[in-house]
């Protein structure tokens, strides 16, 4: 068990939350009045952040300089760093976490979730095109951020080993930039900015529907199976109107004229109670799920069935993204009283001594079978690799992965034919290998037995029985290979109810509660469109895998990660369990701060984001304005009466802001200390953001087929060990032979005979 000192913040909480459902010892560390979450939502965000967690509060600065003597990380989240009291601790992994990064001149630029969702680039992808860009619901720019840190905070453990801890900087707009699925990548591969999304995603035919009784996510799936299927419903409900003509079995047909596809859909669906069509879809194989708001989650089979929900206190809250460690859920936790474990400022702990000096990135030496495919899965073991791991991808153009293949999911300058250009799967298969290998012959699932009796971890992202049917069930591969780690990562997860669901990432944010929130009103639901959910899922995997390598390193035992993508998202859902039936759509809007929101400025679509979160701020706003006379006016002299007079501060913040260039009009309010940022999307991210370039974020790279492009960097930056993108994404099939070689054992003999009768293609 590791011990973790927190220096809180909302940009570093969630990691804590994540490290207590991993085992470890989280010590919080608290003002003499209490964390700030101790007054918010009547204790309800406290008891969610915090649950688990030991407190003590300090009486000198000396009291934390004890308690880090004996701690393994320093989760540092505090508005200055703790570093001066980290100096000559060589055995600690100290991870800041800030909004912005430790490097860069916008270091001292104060933010919040939505200005750091707008800065990130998040908020340029959700809501209507015609319309203000909006924020996803319960500070997801903030729990990316934590995921990320609490990733670092293992990554620096597993380096300690070969050397002493070391600064981790997490920047949380990094986090967000990393994170936007297609956003920037369309830029960098197709030069487009794609507009706001609306209700239908950019890519595939998917969006959100409306429902007799609410709201429904899905579309036409992405196979041609799913398309007949589809099709064959509406034919017997005699709702097909004109799609039964030929030229609609055409997927650019469809593409071209989605429209009006669906329109017809639309009209079928809206007559069906949103519960009763998602389970009939289901029964035909068809992705769609029902909307659902987080209150309504505990009635969800699935999550009841996993043991998904925790006990705080006598009420229940979201639980972990996996069970861990070996398949145990964490099923109740403490709420600590303040200062309640003061004991472990006078207890001695003995940490590991540091010894070598290796600056090798922290997965060196580990091997990823990767069988993954799409986003969720690739953006997991994307992680590993660029931390070090020797990733390999194996592939097939038997069983063609859509980012490689599929013209609508293709971003690319060149002709949308060649699997090896496609920035999307380039993206997020970069530091790999590649070996194409049929896996649907005997002999080819006995090369794959060969991988894994090689490699520490296997990850794949299939529907919960296809590694069944393989033969490649965890006790398969246990019996290969003891110590292996095995993560899945299907959509329900391996057990339970709907364990047999088909999921895209739009379906699991409506049934985790994420897209029933995202609105403007519980009449105005616009949804998240784009894959968040698969990034969230993504990341979480990478947590699990290095977690269970730690695991392994102290027991000697791998295990079996069953993290289903619904659980992953779900507990990204902050405070909104606990919070009940208030927790409804609220725009960009803020419960306690005022204003907050994202107001039009000066050029087309171009809109600044603002939170103000005291009356301090909202006077050093009043000055910047011209409106001085705004700070002591009774009407808008607190939050509270700002809130009921939202149309006039609105107007008077709006009348300012449209006469001005959204950086400049951050600027001037940064430099007061109000937070303020950009709304920015792929485009001004890569050419414009100074923070983002001030890192080296973006980072050029040559590919053999699609030439040089720059790709996404890495948001967590070890300072001693550091990962990057040591090479571009694989050609299909491009280390076929070398890894069958170098990694299985096979002789030129043997490679040949399976290349000759088809099955390494």
């Avoid at 940490?351 to 690739?378: H, K």
């Avoid at 006995?446 to 009796?453: C, K, T």
């Avoid at 993290?563 to 369990?577: D, K, R, Y």
């Avoid at 005291?614 to 509270?640: K, N, S, Y």
């Amino acid at each position: 068990m590791l011990r973790v000192v927190e220096l809180s913040s909302p940009f570093a909480r969630f990691a804590g939350r994540l490290l207590v459902g991993l085992g470890h010892e989280v010590v919080l560390v608290e003002p003499r009045e209490g964390d700030e979450t101790r007054r918010e939502l009547d204790g309800d965000a406290f008891a969610h952040w915090h649950a688990g967690k030991r407190s003590v509060t300090l009486a000198s600065p000396g009291d934390l300089r004890g308690l880090l003597t004996g701690a393994d990380v320093l989760l540092d989240g505090s508005p200055g760093g703790a570093g001066v009291f980290t100096e000559g601790l060589d055995h600690l992994v100290h991870v800041r976490v800030t909004p912005f990064g430790l490097v860069g001149p916008r270091t001292g630029w104060q933010g919040t979730d939505l200005v750091v969702a707008a800065l990130g680039g998040m908020l340029a992808q959700v809501g209507d095109p015609d319309g203000p860009p909006l924020r996803l619901p319960e500070n997801q720019a903030e729990q990316l951020a934590g995921v990320n840190a609490a990733i670092a905070a293992l990554l620096g453990v597993r380096a300690r080993r070969r050397g002493p801890g070391q600064l981790v900087d997490v920047s949380a707009q990094a986090c967000v930039a990393a994170a936007l699925e297609a956003g920037t990548l369309a830029y960098l591969h197709e030069d487009r900015v794609p507009p706001r999304p609306g209700r239908v995603h950019p890519l595939v035919p998917h969006g959100l529907f409306r429902a007799a009784d609410g709201h429904l996510g899905g579309g036409l799936g992405g196979s041609p199976r799913m398309w007949d299927a589809l099709l064959a419903w509406l034919r017997e409900e005699g709702a097909e109107a004109d799609l039964a003509e030929p030229r609609w079995q055409d997927p650019a047909e469809r593409k071209k004229h989605q429209d009006h596809v669906f329109k017809v859909v639309q009209d079928f669906v809206g007559t069906w109670p949103k519960a009763e069509f998602a389970q009939r879809a289901q029964e035909r194989k068809l992705p769609w799920a029902a909307v659902d708001l987080p209150h309504e989650l505990p009635d969800n089979p699935q999550l009841a069935a996993r043991g998904f929900f925790t006990k705080v206190g006598e009420r229940t809250d979201l639980g972990f993204p996996f069970a861990f460690p070996e398949g145990h859920r964490v099923t109740e936790l403490a709420v600590p009283d303040l200062g309640a474990d003061q004991a472990l400022l006078d207890t001695p702990r003995e940490v590991p001594p540091v010894s070598g000096d290796s600056q090798r990135p922290a997965l060196d030496g580990i091997r990823v079978l990767d069988l993954t495919w799409v986003l969720a899965g690739p953006y997991c073991t994307k992680i590993l690799a660029d931390h070090g791991a020797e990733a390999i991808k194996v592939e097939s153009a038997g069983r063609p992965d859509p980012t490689r293949f599929a013209p609508f999911m293709h971003l690319s300058r060149g002709p949308h034919t060649d699997p090896n250009t496609n920035g999307y799967f380039n993206e997020v298969n970069r530091n790999k290998r590649s070996v194409a290998l049929d896996t649907r012959t005997e002999d080819g699932i006995a090369v794959l037995r060969d991988l894994v009796a090689h490699c520490d971890v296997v990850v794949e992202n299939f529907s919960s029985t296809v590694m069944t049917k393989l033969g490649l069930g965890y006790e398969e591969l246990r019996a290969i290979n003891p110590g292996i780690v095995y993560v899945s990562m299907s959509g329900m997860g391996h057990t339970g109810p709907r364990s047999g669901w088909v999921s895209y990432a739009d379906t699991v944010s409506a049934s985790g509660g994420l897209t029933g929130l995202t609105g403007w009103g519980p009449d105005d639901v616009v949804g998240v469109i784009y894959g968040h959910g698969d990034i969230v899922a993504g990341l979480q995997a990478a947590l699990a895998t290095v977690a269970a390598l730690e695991h392994r390193h102290t027991t000697g035992r791998g295990q079996h990660i069953d993290l289903s993508q619904l659980e992953a998202i779900a507990a990204h859902m902050g405070t909104s369990l606990l919070h009940g039936q208030r927790a409804r759509p609220a725009g960009n809007t803020h419960p306690s701060w005022s204003p907050q929101g994202v107001y039009r400025c000066l050029g087309v679509d171009r809109w600044l984001a603002v939170s103000v979160r005291d009356d301090t701020e909202w006077a050093a706003l009043c000055e910047v304005i011209g409106r001085p006379e705004l700070a002591t006016d009774e009407r808008t002299r607190t939050a509270g009466a700002r809130r009921d007079s939202a149309a006039l501060v609105d107007e008077a913040l709006s009348e300012w802001t449209r006469t001005m260039p959204a950086d400049a009009a951050a600027e001037l309010l940064q430099e007061c200390g109000v937070p303020a940022g950009a709304v920015q999307d792929g485009r001004e991210l890569v050419e414009h953001d100074p923070q983002l370039r001030a890192r080296g974020f973006y980072v050029r790279g040559e590919h053999p087929v699609a030439g040089a492009y720059l790709h996404e960097g890495l948001p967590i930056r070890l300072t001693r060990t550091p990962g990057g993108i040591r090479r571009a994404a694989p050609v299909l099939g491009a280390d076929t032979n070398a890894v069958l070689g170098e990694v299985a054992g096979l002789g030129p003999e043997e490679i040949q005979r399976l290349c000759d009768s088809g099955v390494l293609r």
